[in-house]
């Protein structure tokens, strides 16, 4: 070995030796961190902040199960934190370590106890006892008993009392209870044998209050919704109780359903399984039994109404069919359907559906309404109502009325109303009202209502609330006062009209009317403005039709914010079939002095003027 090698080896191996030990030895962690501690009768979680402070951690606990005012005395010297919160605390704790955190929790303490066994050479043995709280000692009452293979279960009567009867044939078993607001605890059963057990399940929390010493870290049940009430040192989180399952709490599932059956989906809302096909006859008379809630079918049949998990496949229900989550690709009910989940493919109703998940993507088809409340992709048919709370894409046509919550890109066609509550990309078609909060596309109704348009509008009066308005003055060749309100968009605006002869007793006419027009703006001062609009001229009797149809050129010039005049050429075609002339009223031909020109016997026509001022 020569010299230089001899010394970089010298200088290297201290180091490299260092290298190692340090990634080969663990690091180490909160509960093995030793202090030193000596506390007189103070406060816990006073004490609990010393430890965190010296340790250079923090504690996270539920208020319920730590006594924060019980006075606490420690004397410790070089002791593990573990060796001192072992001091401080009795059996029935544990420490969770997360990150730079210490979690103080009731250990969960799962208790079996097996009273009495007795074998039987039946098909089915017969499994007991009893379920408490391992803390208090409780009995408690409905409480879900379930063995997930063979889709048996029980829920505890008022005396926390159960039993369930299991296959023989199984060769093994294992019994799980759950309770809203407690562990799922499973314990395994010896099969074959008539038994009586007492099951001891552990609380999540028995208190409204989780004192959580960090606001960025906390160890909540999933069915809770946490609000911050301040935001200091020490955070306090109030939760709620928000309820698993949503098809219960319709008014149907209220009605059709048991009390035991809206229990167990809240025992059970984690606990779903698969299964090929199903049968049931009413929601709990199935061959899933009382699980059926908790099991997704691939092909489901109700004789007259089925309480599942959900479809991936075909559902066909005599009456109705309600299922808790997802349903995939076809759902027919005589009467209806109440689906939980999210809906893909079809779903037939003979009334109604109700889709309570975040989407419909599919073909959807009621007698009466639809009602979706996420967002629907697709072809929706009702034949009063459909409803989506949410946005819509696709085709909606409801006899009566269609309503999106949310954006619509697509088409909306109803006989009476439609609304898409936060705007259309598309087209809106009804007989009676239409309303887009923001218009991208096309409306054809009696009255069409937009806050703001970037379309068009069609109808006999057009509101745009950020749009085109004028209330117009005028007077022509003809009838030499007029009326006019004009409403939609400068793209396209709707002509309501009003007119008559005013001051002249021999030469009466009365004029009402309907056209549209556009504005094309030349620049801040000057627009033209091309017209068509029809009016019924009444002369003196109902008897005839007299319609007065005009082509106007107007330029028009802004005055202000909200005055404007205008005027230009009228083309005038003029239908009529009075033969004569009514005393008073005007003669039914075109007016004297101007040139006219005819179609037909009854059709003539002639160019004329208008003049006028416009408001707003």
């Not at 090929?276 to 008379?285: A, D, E, H, N, Y």
């Not at 088809?365 to 979706?372: D, F, K, Q």
């Not at 087209?427 to 909060?437: E, L, P, R, S």
């Not at 022509?476 to 001051?503: F, V």
Request: charged fraction near 15%; aromatic fraction near 12%; include cysteine.
């Amino acid at each position: 070995m020569n010299k230089r090698l001899h010394n970089w080896l010298v200088k290297t191996t201290p180091i490299v030796f260092l290298l190692l030990v340090c990634h080969y030895s663990p690091a180490q962690t909160i509960l093995n961190k030793n202090l030193t501690l000596n506390v007189s009768r103070q406060r816990l979680d006073d004490v609990l902040e010393i430890i965190s402070n010296k340790g250079n951690f923090y504690f996270s606990y539920n208020s319920s199960i730590i006594k924060k005012d019980s006075l606490v005395s420690v004397s410790a010297t070089n002791r593990s934190v573990k060796e001192i919160l072992d001091n401080i605390f009795t059996t029935g704790y544990e420490y969770k370590e997360s990150g730079n955190y210490l979690i103080i929790r009731r250990a969960p303490i799962k208790i079996t106890i097996v009273t009495s066994k007795a074998v039987t050479e039946d098909k089915f043995y017969v499994v007991s006892g009893y379920v408490l709280d391992n803390e208090t000692g409780y009995l408690l009452p409905n409480a879900s008993i379930y063995e997930k293979s063979l889709l048996t279960s029980a829920l505890t009567n008022q005396k926390g009392f159960f039993a369930v009867r299991l296959k023989s044939k199984a060769k093994t078993a294992a019994l799980t209870v759950s309770k809203e607001f407690y562990e799922d605890t499973t314990v395994t059963i010896e099969p074959k044998y008539d038994q009586e057990i007492s099951i001891a399940i552990m609380p999540v929390s028995s208190d409204d209050r989780i004192t959580i010493v960090r606001p960025e870290d906390y160890f909540l049940p999933d069915s809770l919704k946490i609000t911050v009430e301040n935001s200091q040192t020490a955070t306090t989180y109030t939760y709620v109780r928000v309820d698993s399952g949503t098809v219960e709490k319709t008014g149907m599932g209220r009605f059709l359903l048991s009390s035991k059956q809206r229990i167990q989906t809240i025992n059970l809302k984690k606990f779903f399984t698969e299964r090929p096909f199903q049968l049931s006859v009413t929601p709990g008379l199935s061959t899933h039994g009382s699980l059926s809630p908790q099991v997704i079918n691939n092909f489901s049949l109700n004789v007259f109404g089925g309480y599942n998990g959900g479809v991936n496949g075909v559902e066909l229900g005599g009456l109705f069919n309600i299922d808790k989550k997802d349903v995939k690709y076809f759902q027919a009910g005589g009467i209806f359907n109440i689906v939980g989940g999210a809906v893909q493919g079809v779903q037939l109703g003979g009334i109604n559906n109700t889709v309570l998940g975040d989407s419909v993507k599919g073909f959807q088809a009621a007698g009466i309404n639809n009602h979706v409340v996420g967002k629907f992709t697709g072809f929706q048919l009702g034949g009063i109502y459909n409803h989506v709370a949410d946005s819509m894409s696709g085709l909606q046509v409801g006899g009566i009325g269609n309503f999106a919550r949310r954006k619509v890109s697509g088409t909306q066609i109803a006989g009476v109303a439609n609304f898409a509550n936060k705007g259309i990309r598309g087209a809106q078609i009804a007989g009676v009202v239409n309303y887009a909060k923001k218009l991208n596309g096309f409306q054809f109704g009696l009255i069409n209502i937009a806050d703001s348009s970037d379309g068009y509008s069609i109808g006999l009066l057009n509101l745009v609330v950020n749009g085109y308005h004028k209330l117009s003055f005028s007077t022509d060749e003809y009838i030499n006062l007029n009326a006019s309100l004009k409403t939609g968009t400068r793209k396209l605006y709707s002509i309501l009209h009003a007119g008559m002869n005013w001051g002249n007793s021999d030469e009466k006419v009365y004029a009402f009317g309907y056209g549209l027009g556009t504005d094309l703006r030349l620049n801040k001062t000057f627009s033209i403005n091309p017209e068509l609009a029809s009016q019924y001229l009444y002369l003196g009797s109902w008897d005839y039709l007299n319609l007065l149809s005009k082509f106007r050129l107007n330029l028009s010039v802004n005055l202000g914010k909200y005055v404007s005049i205008f005027g230009g050429p009228v083309f005038n075609v003029y239908y009529s079939q009075q033969p004569l002339s009514v005393p008073g009223y005007k003669t039914p031909t075109p007016p004297s002095g101007y040139s006219s020109f005819k179609f037909s016997n009854e059709v003539t026509g002639w160019i004329g003027w208008n003049a006028g001022i416009n408001f707003f």
